[in-house]
């Protein structure tokens, strides 16, 4: 397991920018997968982005081509560059990474988009 902390949520007007950020507590060099899911008030839980460590990303169809992941394995942190924000990405965003034995899941940081 390892301990993820988001950083970079706030408001924001629509058609803004955002960077979240999430800090592992250990090398993510050997992490599968990490990504970031959101939650809005009575939804579930969904995906938004996903790199592995070969740098594959796939993303949820409502944010392609308007966010980003990253992954920066010498500062043990992934990135997620949302632009052209619209309200309906207002949400907690979670940082996630997958190991073959073990999920991690960061507290979420909040993000709201106005109209």
């Known amino acids: 397991q390892v301990q993820l902390v988001e950083s970079g949520g706030g408001l924001v007007q629509a058609g803004g920018s955002l960077r979240l950020s999430c800090a592992a507590s250990?090398?993510?060099?050997?992490?599968?997968?990490m990504g970031w899911y959101r939650q809005a008030p009575g939804k579930q839980r969904e995906l938004v982005a996903g790199?592995?460590?070969?740098?594959?990303?796939n993303y949820a169809d409502s944010v392609k081509g308007r966010f980003t992941i990253s992954r920066d394995n010498a500062k043990n942190a992934v990135y997620l560059q949302m632009n052209s924000l619209k309200p309906e990405d207002t949400a907690v965003y979670y940082c996630y990474a997958y190991e073959i034995t073990v999920d991690s899941w960061g507290q979420g940081t909040q993000v709201t988009v106005s109209s």
């Open positions: 790199i592995t460590s070969g740098d594959n990303t």
């Open positions: 250990r090398s993510i060099f050997s992490i599968n997968i």
